[in-house]
Nanobody, 123 residues
Framework: VQLQASGGGLVQAGGSLRLSCAAS????????MGWFRQAPGKEREFVSY????????FYVDSVKGRFSISRDNAKNTLYLQMDNLKPEDTAVYYC?????????????????WGQGTQVTVSS
C-alpha cells in the first residue's frame, strides 16, 4: 500500500490550499481515510476523516467551517480543501488509511500513512 500526499506549500493567512492523497495497492473504496497534522514539538493530531462512501465526514473543531474533506473513489484519491488558513494550521499534513469499516480520530488506529506534505501559513 502506498499513499502519496501533495499540495502543501506556503500561503498567507486567509489563503487556501488543496491537499491530495493518491492511494495505490489496495481497493481504495473499501476503507475510511483520514487527515492528520503534526506541528514542530507537538503530537500528531486528528484533522478530519471520511467514510468509505464519502458521506460521513468528521472534523476537529478548530477547522470546522474552513476545511472540507472529500474523496474520489474512481481516482483513488483523497482531498482536503483548506480555506481561510491561519498561522496555527502550520504543520506537516499526513493522509492515512484505516483497515476497518469506520474511521477514527485516533492516529494509532490507522494502518497506512503517507509521507506528509508541509503546510506553512504566514501571518
Amino acid at each position: 500500500v502506498q499513499l502519496q500526499a501533495s499540495g502543501g506549500g506556503l500561503v498567507q493567512a486567509g489563503g487556501s490550499l488543496r491537499l491530495s492523497c493518491a492511494a495505490s495497492g489496495l481497493t481504495f473504496k473499501n476503507y475510511p481515510m483520514g487527515w492528520f497534522r503534526q506541528a514542530p514539538g507537538k503530537e500528531r493530531e486528528f484533522v478530519s476523516y471520511i467514510g468509505r462512501f464519502g458521506v460521513s465526514k468528521f472534523y476537529v473543531d478548530s477547522v470546522k467551517g474552513r476545511f472540507s474533506i472529500s474523496r474520489d473513489n474512481a481516482k483513488n484519491t483523497l482531498y482536503l480543501q483548506m480555506d481561510n488558513l491561519k498561522p496555527e494550521d502550520t504543520a506537516v499534513y499526513y493522509c492515512a488509511i484505516r483497515n476497518d469499516t469506520v474511521g477514527s480520530r485516533t492516529p494509532k488506529k490507522y494502518n497506512y500513512w503517507g509521507q506528509g506534505t508541509q503546510v506553512t501559513v504566514s501571518s
